[in-house]
């Protein structure tokens, strides 16, 4: 098995910490974390692709060990991270490689093969949403302040960075929660408690509204440039309902679907099952 290497990219003065494993030469994944994670969430699936694949998983920025500067000194929106995400591939010389998005890697990731669809091999969507009818209700609060981006609808969404609201993200849905380490939930809860990490969040939460407003964008891309999929779904998600994954298919008719009998952080339970199936989709 392939060692993981925990390191970090100076891209353009922003440090991005990432891990990297497998056998540069070999197959590239990409593998791109969500809310309110890291690259930590892949330490379970880096070690069953390395030997086959060659990954690198990046901590986004304000995420992780990446910088999280201010928010009045840096603009915390999905554009402006996946131009950094973007020039992060660059130098580490990720030149054409697959990807695998989860939650906010998935608007992320997509922004990167919008604007380099020549350098994406295949897409990997892991509770990684692109039609609107993936989206729940459970976005209703945030949806809320999408329309009205008072200072109390901010207030309201602080819900969501509190330490039980994380372990719930990660529990929700799946069978016996005795399979869920408790290692990711401390983590992702002692990042967020750092100091300026609530705003961080915050300007997100509200920036996602331009996700929403690009999905045509990347469902273009999808019919025009026809990449290769494969859908991992946890069904029993709280925010991106099975019908995201199966929309998919409305603009590529040979995507591959699977669900699987968990939640929203489904690499928690099934990261073998996943493995497996990133395998088989890839052909390693």
Do not use: C
Not at 35 to 60: E, V, W
Not at 177 to 187: Q, R, W
Not at 211 to 239: C, H, I, M
């Amino acid at each position: 098995m392939s060692a993981i290497r925990y390191l970090q990219a100076d891209v353009d003065g922003f440090r991005v910490s990432y891990r990297e494993a497998g056998t540069p030469g070999k197959p590239k994944l990409l593998l791109l974390h969500g809310f309110p994670t890291s690259s930590h969430m892949f330490r379970d699936l880096i070690p069953l692709l390395a030997h086959d694949l060659h990954l690198i998983a990046p901590d986004l920025p304000g995420f992780g060990g990446s910088d999280m500067p201010p928010h009045e000194q840096f603009a915390y929106t999905f554009d402006h991270i996946a131009e950094v995400i973007d020039r992060f591939t660059e130098v580490v010389g990720f030149d054409r490689y697959a990807m695998y998005v989860f939650d906010y890697g998935a608007p992320t990731g997509f922004r990167l093969a919008v604007e380099h669809p020549d350098r994406i091999t295949a897409i990997v969507s892991q509770n990684g949403n692109a039609y609107a009818e993936g989206l729940s209700e459970g976005w209703n609060p945030i949806r809320a302040y999408w329309e009205d981006p008072s200072d109390a609808n901010r207030q309201a969404l602080r819900q969501f960075l509190a330490p039980e609201t994380t372990r719930w993200q990660y529990t929700h849905g799946v069978s016996d929660d005795a399979l869920v380490s408790p290692d990711g939930i401390a983590l992702d809860n002692h990042y967020l408690a750092r100091p300026g990490a609530d705003d961080v969040q915050l300007d997100l939460f509200l920036d996602y509204s331009n996700n929403v407003a690009r999905y045509p964008e990347f469902q273009s891309y999808f019919r025009t440039y026809t990449p290769r999929l494969l859908a991992v779904w946890g069904k029993n998600d709280p925010f991106f309902l099975p019908a995201g994954a199966e929309a998919f298919r409305r603009d590529l008719p040979e995507a591959q679907i699977r669900f699987y009998d968990t939640g929203h952080f489904a690499l928690e339970t099934h990261a073998h099952d996943i493995a497996q199936a990133i395998r088989s989709f890839l052909s390693v």
